[in-house]
């Protein structure tokens, strides 16, 4: 099992630039979370799947993000006209999602530098 | 919402002492997880504590939730320059962790 991975590692991208993040999932992990995550602050929940379904959206998640898990397996993560604020460490997760296990396993995350 | 305040923020502890870092929520906890991040990384699962009274280990970490499931302690034996890092705790809520801001660990050789 290689783990959940992101890409890419880093970002630097100009205001008002569209940026894509991709998360791939331990296999066979039905859930996968996107979190974002600033400096000296614990990570904040963004969304989450269940297979394909987006089961629920932060209220932090404004008009210009979008997350995507087409076929239930990698997930995107899309900012639109990006601003400063945007810029953190956002953060993917994926978990079984069974009664039996709902731990959450987080991969080493994108870091988004808005200039 | 639930909230989780940790304590201490910071803790700067010599090579071999033993420390403890402490997680105290707003509202009872139904799921309480334990992280460590390097900084600049993702997070490393360390443990995940479900009942009041349970106690769990994972090599030199234990991790303790209360009977009354509102208040979880990690504690490391023997610490080690490789405990160094970001311990965070986080709440299960709906399927979704709601996270403690973290306390930084440094390990003095």
């Known amino acids: 099992d290689t783990g959940v991975s992101q890409d890419p590692r880093h970002k630097i991208t100009k205001r008002g630039q569209n940026v894509t993040f991709r998360c791939d999932p331990i296999?066979?992990?039905?859930?996968l979370y996107w979190y974002r995550q600033t400096l000296g602050q614990g990570p904040e929940f963004l969304t989450y799947?269940?297979?394909?379904?987006?089961?629920?959206k932060s209220r932090l998640l404004s008009d210009r993000f979008s997350a995507e898990r087409p076929k239930g397996s990698f997930s995107t993560l899309e900012i639109q006209r990006t601003e400063q604020g945007d810029s953190a460490m956002y953060l993917c997760?994926?978990?079984?999602?069974?009664?039996?296990?709902?731990?959450?396993?987080f991969g080493p995350g994108t870091r988004l530098t808005v200039t | 919402s639930q909230e989780l305040e940790q304590s201490p923020q910071s803790l700067i502890v010599q090579e071999g002492k033993n420390l403890t870092i402490n997680c105290t929520s707003s509202?009872?906890?139904?799921?309480l997880y334990w992280y460590k991040q390097k900084y600049g990384e993702g997070l490393i699962f360390l443990m995940m504590?479900?009942?009041?009274?349970e106690e769990k280990s994972h090599e030199k970490i234990t991790a303790k939730l209360d009977e009354k499931k509102q208040q979880s302690s990690l504690h490391i034996t023997a610490s080690q320059p490789s405990h160094a890092g970001i311990y965070l705790c986080?709440?299960?809520?709906?399927?979704?962790?709601?996270f403690g801001k973290g306390t930084r660990l440094h390990i003095l050789p």
């Open positions: 997760a994926s978990s079984p999602g069974r009664r039996s296990s709902y731990e959450q396993y």
């Open positions: 296999s066979e992990h039905n859930r």
């Open positions: 799947f269940q297979n394909e379904a987006q089961l629920e």
């Open positions: 509202k009872t906890l139904y799921g």
């Open positions: 504590l479900q009942k009041g009274g």
């Open positions: 986080g709440a299960d809520e709906f399927g979704k962790i709601i």
